[in-house]
């Protein structure tokens, strides 16, 4: 097809698009028009899904370069948190799967092995691909096979401590390996820490424009193999301040760098991939982007560039669709702020996530008492240590899927110190458009065994408010507070407190004690209906605090005939789990059956989807429990009979 057909016919050029040999073969003025090509297609797609339209539209050039200079999937391309890779799907026959992006049983927003021989990394958690990319490394040399290793690594992943460590062991072992830092100054918002600093300078500074042009003439004019070519770039940088360019930085680690490119220019960035794929060692390829280039809403988006809309959105504005709601995270930033404004020792602290987790409402009445570390959470654990040991009373704000990395750190330098440090995990639960790598499933299991540590699920925006005082109020060990993602729960009142457990319903038969963990307590009050209309009666309670389990719920348990616990946890090591051996330990012989997500790798979908799938709904609890007090009923029966046979013989 001819230039003039490709834009008479836009969007006739993607397409062609099949597989990474149709990008390879394309002139330089059909990848210009494709990637005007590929910004149309996901800025209309995404539009209708909602995902990650900023990051993606920011590395059109970049991935149409590595699927032309390498050859995957012989070549490993690897993404780092992979929400980038909408352009690597597109390039690599997926752009049919994307009008059910992010849906059940639709396309993943992360690579997929299961999609494609083309991915590999599917955990969406940041600043791990330069460790898979050195073990790959490693494996390949060991095997003695001739494969490239390549890793698309953001700025804001790189301040994981992670990349660092991977960074020094890939500098050690000298394996070929191809690192493409995207650099486009952003995670969500401007990215933190003395490399954005460094990395922020060159695009700062007002010889940046020539550094990219004398750069990519150094790219053109020199042979592209061995080790030449970087005496050439060495001499260019020395010219200008090191200061301007990274390089010193990551030479001095022993890793070769290339650039800064444009990484909006693919020919400038396939040159110096290929000047890095010939190398024969590790080398760093420094391409500076911009978030949500080519798509003004995104560009001129100052809060994260439209990182990731949760939904639809509205093309003209990049404004979401979807009427605004109360979220939980809307609550717990208000009831923090107010906290904040009585208790000058309370600060926060997030991982380059202050508008997703509501610290930077704090950030904007308290500037001073807010810190983000970078995508660093187990910096954040240990930084809170510090200063909780310095006096204050830190919350550190993160994903519940994000925490389970500082265990350790949770563990041994905050509780084994007993330590006043508490954790807000948002989107704890089930989350469901970013599958399973972003499910907050194991927190009330994994950090259930930290002794001294407690864990309160509070049931609605009245709880949250109440639970994250009663936290912050601790002051010999850490606290947990964890709510799911999206609106609210609509207060649930109690009819009493016991202790610390809220009693939200009760009835003259004492059938069955439900212990409705978190926001399931509407849940409960449902299935607490229904299973009335069979006759039974069903006491629905709270705990509140679930970890370590109130002593009230197994005096509870032991007036009941049954206990049903139901979770937005795995059950393994849960709530359920934990109750039935305290239980245990109390010599309570009630019969307990524990309702929860099993410990698994569970699809993405809408969060209703996925527990509907796993039978975490009203209707299917009530059935449930229905079925298993019936039981009950027959056994009795039995048992009534077994012992008039008894009695008669
Ligand atoms: C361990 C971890 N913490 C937080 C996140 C949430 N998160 C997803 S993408 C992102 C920003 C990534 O920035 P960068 O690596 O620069 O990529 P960009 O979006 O700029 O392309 C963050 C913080 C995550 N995925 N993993
Ligand atoms: C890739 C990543 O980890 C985040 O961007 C995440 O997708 C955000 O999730 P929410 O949409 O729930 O804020
Ligand atoms: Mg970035």
Redesign the pocket.
Known sequence: MSVEEGTANHGRLLSTVRGPQDVKRMTAEQLDILAAEIRDFLIAKVSRT?G?IG?NLGVVEITLAMHRVFDSPRDRLLFD???QAYVHKIVTGRQDGFDKLRQRGGLS??PSQAESEHDLIEN???STALSYADGLAKAYALRGEQRSVVAMVGDGALTGGMCWEALNNIATAGNPLVIVVNDNGRS?SPTIGGLADHLSSLRLNPGYEKVLDTVKDALGSTPLVGRPMYEVLHAVKKGIKDAVAPQAMFEDLGIKYVGPVDGHDITAVESALRAAKNFGGPVIVHAVTRKGYGYRPAEEDEADCL????GAFDVETGQLVAAPSVKWTHVFADELVKIADERPDVVGITAA?AE?TGIATLARKHQHRVYDVGIAEQHAVTSAAGLAMGGLHPVVAV?AT?LNRAFDQVLLDVAMHKLPVTFVL??AGI????GPS?YGIWDMSVFGVVPGLRIAAPRDAGSLREELREAVAVDDGPTIVRFP?GTVAADLPAVRRVGAVDVLAESARTDVLLVAVGSFGQLGMEVAARVAEQGYGVTVVDPRWVRPVPAELVELAAGHRLVVSVEDGVRVGGVGAALAQAMRDADVRVPLRDLGVPADWHPHGTRAQILADLGLTAQDVARDVTGWISGLDDQSGETVQADEAAAKN
Request: glycine fraction near 22%; proline fraction near 14%.
């Open positions: 909602g990650h990051p948190t992979g929400h927003g992360y969406s958690h940041a969500y990182h990731g809309p949760g996530m997703p994903y994000f948002d989107r989350t469901g458009p970013d972003h993602t």
